[in-house]
């Protein structure tokens, strides 16, 4: 039987492999990806992929069922927030009439928020969760994860999530960045089955991810893990002293002069300000696994040295927040409050959390990320498409909490793109504003292939922009499928701008049912995520569909294939969605309309071969592609090429007027 929305159930966890630690050191569980190029000589490590979660489609007000509730145990953390930017919890359960609210704390700056890095306890309190950890918990086994580990179910719209919790219990009220419970999130489990094994090659692990994404905690439960298995483990978060766990008990150790064996133990280092770097004498003696802040200039050196695997930590779902800021927080955070911190400032925990709590704290950060933006563009506006390692020349302090995203790339690579669209509406209107109309005319942020996803999306927003906005004229859209032997004037269709204001559309396969809004043609749809499986609008009007396309020359030969794969699935919706007349016909034309910068349609082939490239399909001549720059003025093709390069194609030549 289906469950209600928000409903909770909750369960404990059997024993078996999932977190059993003989499977973290198992040479079969070596981390998936592909070997990066070499730096100084040096081998980098594969890289950590984590599979990508599908998001809910709507964030309702979530009801919970009390079941197995686990105790939330506070503690003393600046501004009032855990390493990951938690609330501190109350020492009730979840039931509401049992919950005593706090009083809330003034709310954080900006700066506060950007300045909060890894929380540690006072190394007493420490020393004390470390000792009481070994002696409840060491080499227990699944003995120890039963009374420690449960789930619950949690349903958010249409989509339903297994969650993991860790609950420690009493005595360790800031053991995880200032409470003794934690989400256990699939990418922990990914990301320990995936770590390497010691190595005369491999000398160490780097764990890096998003300011607040979970990296101390991942650190913490790796040593909760180590300790239930019974593996000796040394750990350190304080730049003077270093733990050493064993069968003996918990000795804490000076990190100056500190002289040990090698071994092929683990070593875990959760860095920050005051330890910028593991301990010489530890990393050169034992694996050292170490949580760095996401700025190459911090942990790029420290990496090749010890020819360190690079681990990322995958930025949170909406449905993890939402979860997350129902059942860890308390009290419990509004799902509409949390889901629109996620849509405006991103998938880090630390400021969904605060915004959600603080929601006037979201003008204040507005105006700071607009800051940023403006310092960042006097320098180089070309490094708002840098790719991850661009940026290691210059580390403007806010770079990861505002602006950039750090993830993965299809080759596994640590990536970087920008946070959410907002942001990228706002880098979008500062270009335009340093630079004016001419440096969108050579706009070239996404040549690279690096560049291609944050370039692509700041030329997406100011495309969409430019033509639903601005005077009533009169452009051009120019064929690139013109028939062979046509004229070398191409053929064009006109095009009234600005176009309506759009429409928000979920995705492709929900748009046919969209259509019922179109009854006063034209009528322009824009998704309300922007992926490779949307279009950046389409244009639906009374003889013919356009489908807008942001792209340059240089990308469209490799997705071409996919762009069709899109028409055509769409094909299939109209037909199972009874919308015959949407169909292309020769009454009725869909139109795929690439917006280029202006300087890249010289690259424009006029396609005598692009229309026999295509599948075939029943309706493929139906299908007219056009080229068009809003930047641009009248196009014409140069002449032909001599008779004895019948395949060489035409290219687009620009005309000013």
């Known amino acids: ?83 990951e930017g938690f609330p501190l919890s109350g020492d009730k359960g979840l039931d509401s009439d049992s919950l005593v609210v706090p009083r809330l704390p003034p709310p954080p700056t900006p700066h506060q928020l950007m300045a909060s890095g890894s929380y540690h306890p006072d ?43 860790m609950n420690l219990g009493p005595g360790f009220e800031t053991f995880f960045g200032g409470r003794s419970t934690i989400i256990v999130r699939d990418v922990f489990k990914e990301m320990s089955a995936a770590l390497p094994t010691p190595s005369a090659i491999t000398y160490g692990a780097v764990i890096i991810g998003q300011p607040g994404i979970g990296k101390s905690t991942f650190i913490h439960y790796l040593l909760v893990e180590r300790v239930l298995s019974g593996k000796r483990t040394m750990f350190q978060c304080h730049p003077d002293t270093i733990y050493e766990i064993c069968n003996g008990g918990v000795k804490a150790r000076p ?9 092929p133990d683990w070593a875990l280092v959760d860095t920050s300000d005051s330890l910028p770097f593991p301990s010489l004498d530890l990393q050169d003696a034992y694996f050292t696994i170490a949580a760095f802040k996401p700025a190459p200039v911090d ?17 949170w779902s909406e449905h993890e927040i939402v979860y997350a800021g129902l059942r860890v927080c308390s009290p419990p955070l509004g799902a509409d409050r949390l889901q629109d911190a996620f849509l405006n400032h991103g998938p ?22 607009i800051r940023t933006i403006s310092e960042v563009a006097a320098r180089d506006p070309n490094l708002f498409a840098a790719s991850y390692f661009d940026t290691k020349e210059w580390d403007h302090p806010s770079l990861y909490h505002q602006v950039f995203l750090v993830g993965l790339s299809e080759t596994c690579a640590p990536q970087l793109s920008i946070i959410t669209p907002p942001v ?10 340093r630079g ?16 291609d996803d944050s370039g692509r999306r700041i030329w997406a927003s100011h495309s969409m922009s430019a033509i639903v906005e601005g005077e009533m004229r009169q452009t051009k859209l120019h064929y690139i499928t013109r028939p062979l032997g046509a004229d070398c004037v191409l053929e064009s269709v006109e095009l009234t701008l600005p176009l309506p204001n759009p429409l928000p559309y979920d995705s492709l396969e929900s748009w046919p049912q969209e259509l019922h809004k179109a009854q006063a043609c034209p009528i322009l749809f824009q998704p309300k995520a922007r992926n490779e499986d949307t279009f950046d609008a389409i244009l639906v009007a009374p003889t013919h569909i356009a489908f807008f396309e942001t792209t340059i020359y240089y990308h469209i030969r490799t997705s071409i294939t996919k762009i069709y794969q ?44 692009w229309r026999t490239e295509f599948p075939e399909s029943s309706w493929k001549e139906h299908l007219d592609l056009f080229v068009f720059s809003p930047e641009a003025g009248v196009l014409e093709v140069k002449k032909s090429p001599p008779e004895n390069y019948p395949d060489f194609p035409p290219f687009l030549g620009i005309l000013q007027y």
Request: charged fraction near 25%; hydrophobic fraction near 35%.
């Open 299 to 315: 942990w790029q050196r420290w990496c090749y040295s010890q020819n360190a695997t690079i681990c990322v930590v995958k930025p």
């Open 123 to 165: 190394k007493h309190t420490l020393t004390q969760h470390i000792e009481s950890l070994h002696a409840k918990y060491w080499n227990k086994g699944d003995a120890g994860r039963m009374a420690i580990y449960s789930t619950e179910t949690h349903q958010l719209g249409e989509e339903t999530e297994v969650f993991s919790l």
């Open 1 to 83: 039987m289906a469950l209600p929305t928000g409903h909770i159930t909750s369960k404990e966890i059997p024993p078996g492999p999932n977190f059993s630690q003989d499977r973290l050191e198992n040479g079969d569980y070596m981390l998936y990806g592909v070997k990066a190029p070499k730096l100084h000589r040096r081998r980098r490590g594969v890289l950590v992929e984590v599979e990508k979660k599908n998001l809910g489609p709507t964030i309702p007000n979530v009801k919970r069922t009390r079941a197995v509730p686990l105790k939330q145990i506070g503690g003393d953390c600046p501004d009032e927030l855990g390493s």
């Open 348 to 369: 880090s925990p630390r400021l969904c959390f605060c915004f959600a709590q603080h929601s006037q704290c979201m003008a204040e950060w507005k105006q700071a990320t």
């Open 255 to 263: 990190a100056f002069g500190f002289l040990p064996l090698s071994s």
């Open 424 to 433: 990228v509406r706002l880098i979008t209107e500062e270009i335009g504003r």
């Open 566 to 609: 899109r028409l055509d699935a769409l094909v299939g919706a109209l037909q199972a969605a009874s919308k015959a007349e949407r169909l292309p016909s020769e009454s009725y034309k869909w139109r795929l309309v690439f917006l280029v910068p202006k300087h890249d349609l010289t690259e424009w082939e006029s396609g005598p071969r």
């Open 436 to 451: 004016g109309p001419k440096i969108w005319e050579e706009f070239n942020m996404f040549k690279d292939p690096s560049y």
